[in-house]
């Protein structure tokens, strides 16, 4: 395959993607799952299905989460734990198949995750307001093991899925707005310097070595 046909393979792959976002929403999604709360096994199977597809239409993680409250209730936080663990598997994926593309990015977050480790480099970005996916695509092309990604993606994304069970667990009905009270302020202040304080020291190193 050459360069033209891979770019307009690329072209049209995001112009679906943008596509089926546009049509299947978080709304419609979140409406169409109000009717299973009453059925927890199929529930489930339904948003296990959503985990490994929701990168691809370009969601919000903690939309998980959410429907996980919902249909669980406060007992519902382990399972948005794990969905929004599995979900970071296909982003990851896409930058692990990049790797070695980036030029000097590339190196340089390579040289990051070996300063800072794995785990502890994935479950600090998880921690700053950064999208998801992005955090994903990144460990991916820094090369972060798949074991290292998930431990520190399952460690990251502790107070998001709390946050989300709780919103989920404590509305009377499952809408799009739902998403909006997740991000409270106080929470994402406190993650963020959280992670920031758990990257302070590998990035000071990084930056003195440079010097």
Do not use: H
């Not at 709390?162 to 707005?177: D, E, K, Q, S």
């Amino acid at each position: 395959m050459n360069r033209r046909t891979r770019l307009a393979a690329g072209v049209a792959t995001l112009a679906l993607v943008a596509l089926l976002a546009w049509l299947v929403s978080p709304a419609v999604a979140l409406s169409g799952l109000r009717w299973l709360a009453g059925r927890p096994a199929l529930f489930g199977l339904v948003l296990l299905v959503l985990a490994v597809v929701r990168p691809f239409l370009a969601w919000p993680t903690t939309l998980l989460a959410v429907a996980a409250g919902y249909g669980y209730g406060l007992a519902g936080f382990p399972v948005a734990l794990g969905l929004m663990t599995i979900t970071a598997v296909p982003p990851y994926g896409f930058g692990r198949r990049a790797r070695g593309q980036g030029g000097r990015v590339s190196a340089t977050a390579e040289r990051f995750v070996a300063e800072t480790g794995g785990v502890r480099s994935v479950a600090a970005t998880r921690l700053l307001p950064a999208p998801s996916d992005v955090v994903s695509v990144a460990a991916g092309v820094a090369g972060v093991r798949l074991r290292a990604l998930l431990v520190g993606t399952a460690l990251g994304e502790v107070p998001w899925a709390a946050l989300g069970t709780l919103a989920g667990a404590t509305v009377g009905t499952l809408t799009a707005g739902t998403l909006a009270r997740v991000a409270d302020p106080r929470v994402v202040v406190g993650a963020a310097t959280l992670g920031a304080l758990a990257l302070a020291g590998p990035v000071y190193r990084m930056v003195r070595a440079t010097e």
